[in-house]
């Protein structure tokens, strides 16, 4: 292992963590991060550091890095920037492997002095093999090792799960927090780069396409970056070895503008940045809410083997709406085998429709014909992937009963989305335990259904072209 | 007053309404019916008809209509299609004006008796003069009248709004409705068309426009009608009177084929319809969400007068994202005059993001300079709508606490449109509070926020063109 991924080792999963700026204070983000460690259940050593107490949130609380006297895996800093040449000066010296720096106002501010200032703590940190998360960022989270190393306690809410979030903006990274809270989705890390001392996307890209099982899908938010060149080599070099899906805004002319001057790097030229991620096989998604349903379809879908879907729904509308989103993406509303529409056509009223899309409807208070037409097409040839779309409440909430052990059951043998959706409080758990087993990957809209399901359609041409 | 106006009037806010197949057996959608009125609060006398039965939930049954003996002013039907000749008759012999007519499984059906069935009881119905909801329907609710026809009462949770939504599909009702559960959107009426025995969209638009002071946007949800052109001239006749924004389905191949076979009417040419929407000046929008997230913002912001948004943002990120949204769909990120840069500069360090977009990100530990920045933008000219993004937790919750009242006196002399996102449970009550009081409109994620503000756009050059 080179010493990046050592210390990479080392950041993500410290056995000590020392907090910077450690206080009891609200107002200072010192506070809120030593909530996020206790409150996130962080099984190893916290050590607050500050001169000007003895305890922290009842913990021992250091003057200095060296007063502590022994090994620290980790540091959160939360300082003034004036203190940091000291700060990083003692952490090469007490051997610290990583730093979350969570200080900002230095390279994005319009002062050379904020730029010098990078650039020496960056040569110490450098020398030191010191990697360094920051500056100007929120911090990170590893939800399996229950480290939350922000500023933001809320993080330690989000599920553990299998999507590394790495992100150029605080503001977005939250969004995806408080989203993913809102929506049951889980992750395995969220990364704030901020302004990138010595780890930018190249290094953390490759810390978790090698030497991260816990993450199977990487989910990337970017600005603009100075070396696009060695982060599509890393790209291509892992191509099709994990998911990556990513949202880089600057398609507007103002969005670009705000982009150069904010990241303090070169933006610029959306469709230069499009056309590579096509060629380094990664899928861009132009929209947050898109980007987080398409990681929750990659991780918890397999792989979609062709354009073949089929539609199945409990009432026809949803249906018709999904057939427009999978049409206008790529995907294919199959014609069934004889045999699959011979045993859909035994189990609905000479309807319509019965050929795909199905309307289930005239099916919908008989459990069983449910289950009968939903396994037809689970068997069916032509169909690589299944989308179920039920609106339902009390009045029919057995159906939905009645199809739940099928699902349960087939696990995932193709591709299945769902859009099953009822009023708050109906079916909840059932549904996250459906979920959680991995039975299913359920969306709050028909056409976000479908969109989903499209991503995996297009990921797959994007790493075959 | 039309008789049709009447018979509407009376329809939606009856003095009294019979249940056909009323029950207490939750495998009939009759015991649904009666939940959804006895649970919904109706305030008028609700009169159970089942031949064998003597009570339901508590309330005297009748044998059937004329058994009552009195007036009934309206009457849901949920019982089997044989029976629904005989029903009408009753309910033309009894004054009934307004029927809605739950029973499915006829025009629909690949049957001539259908059709047949279809007819007869259309004919008794007009000459009686009643106006059905119906049939195939879930039903209709009357917000501000506490009435729930349907057979979901879980449709009651919904908040009392501005909104009608008038729509060809079960599930898509049903959709909306869950989604306003879990987004606060507030609803006037909610009426599921069904197959369209007399009342048809032509209908209903009318009597929304000229008779329902409750409703100011009109949401519409189509597949497909028999006589586009009618509806058309009602739409042109009210142009710019109130709101109207349509999804309409089928604009794939197979989705059209479907809603040809499911309405039993023309569907076909996606293209000649929304050509004609157009004509009309009304708003085609091709996304659940986005159309209820659109109808929202008609119903919650003053007009937008002109293309030039300002973006306020806590973080960067979420601003860029806005821009790209807002510029893609015709909005400009406009200059602001120079004072409102003046005043912008005072109240932020010297970053690259003072001019539009604003990142407030650095004044944001400082309620007093958001508020100066915001104020400043309120105040410039070249503005005509406001973005505001913001995605906090607990350690920066005060800042959102100090441009609350801010926000709440300035009461929306613009379109105010806003993300402003919390984990679930942190300043929800004060949302709440800040939407209920009209003071702003708010969105899950930037990009919805951007799409809601371009739909007010798109909506004034719909009306204009």
């Known amino acids: 292992m080179s010493e990046n991924v050592i210390g990479m080792d080392v950041l993500f999963n410290p056995g000590s963590v020392a907090v910077i700026g450690a206080s009891e204070k609200p107002e200072k983000l010192g506070s809120h991060v030593m909530n996020s460690l206790i409150k996130g259940g962080f099984k190893g050593e916290i050590i607050p550091v500050n001169p000007y107490s003895d305890t922290t949130m009842g913990l021992k609380t250091y003057s200095s890095i060296s007063d502590y006297g022994k090994q620290i895996d980790m540091v959160i800093v939360a300082v003034p920037a004036k203190l940091l040449v000291e700060v990083f000066r003692e952490c090469a010296d007490s051997g610290v492997k990583g730093v979350v720096l969570i200080t900002a106002g230095f390279k994005e501010i319009e002062d050379s ?60 990274s939250h969004l995806f927090g408080f989203m993913a809270m809102r929506t049951d989705v889980g992750f395995s890390k969220i990364i704030g780069l901020g302004n990138r001392l010595n780890i930018d996307f ?79 096989g990664i899928l861009a998604i132009d929209d947050t809410e898109n980007l987080l349903d398409s990681a929750k379809a990659l991780a918890g879908c397999p792989e979609l083997e062709g354009n073949g879907v089929a539609i199945l729904s409990g009432q026809a509308g949803p249906g018709m709406a999904a057939c427009d989103v999978c049409e206008a993406n790529g995907l294919k509303i199959v014609d069934f085998q004889n045999h699959t529409q011979g045993r859909i056509n035994q189990n609905l009223p000479p309807l319509a429709l019965r050929s795909n899309p199905v309307d289930m409807g005239p099916a919908w208070y008989d459990a069983v014909a449910s289950r009968e037409i939903i396994k037809a097409v689970m068997d069916d040839e032509n169909v690589n992937g299944i989308l179920i779309l039920i609106m339902f409440a009390s009045a029919n909430v057995g159906v939905v009963n009645g199809i739940s052990h099928l699902l349960m059951n087939w696990k995932q043998k193709k591709p299945l989305v769902t859009c099953i959706y009822a009023p708050p409080g109906i079916w909840d758990r059932e549904m996250e335990h459906l979920e959680i087993s991995g039975a299913l990957v359920n969306f709050p809209s028909p056409e976000r259904a479908a969109r989903a399901m499209a991503s995996l359609w297009r990921y797959k041409n994007a790493i075959e072209r």
């Not at 450098?126 to 090792?145: E, L, W």
């Open 202 to 280: 190249a290094e953390v890209v490759e810390y978790l396409m090698d030497n991260d099982p816990d993450t199977k899908v990487l989910m990337l938010y970017m600005e603009g970056i100075d070396n696009p060149g060695r982060l599509m080599e890393i790209f291509k070099k892992h191509r099709g070895k994990k998911p990556v899906i990513i949202n880089k805004t600057g398609s507007s002319e103002k969005g670009d503008q705000a982009s150069k001057s904010h990241t303090g790097s070169m933006a610029g030229r959306h469709e230069i940045y499009m056309g590579a991620f096509r060629q380094a």
């Open 113 to 172: 002095s904020g730029i010098e200032l990078h650039n020496t703590i960056g040569e110490i940190a450098d020398k030191a093999g010191i990697c360094v998360i920051g500056p100007n960022t929120f911090g990170m989270i590893n939800f399996h090792a229950s480290l939350n190393a922000s500023f933001t306690p809320e993080f330690s809410r989000v599920k553990k799960g299998t999507i590394a979030l790495v992100s150029q903006s605080g503001g977005i």
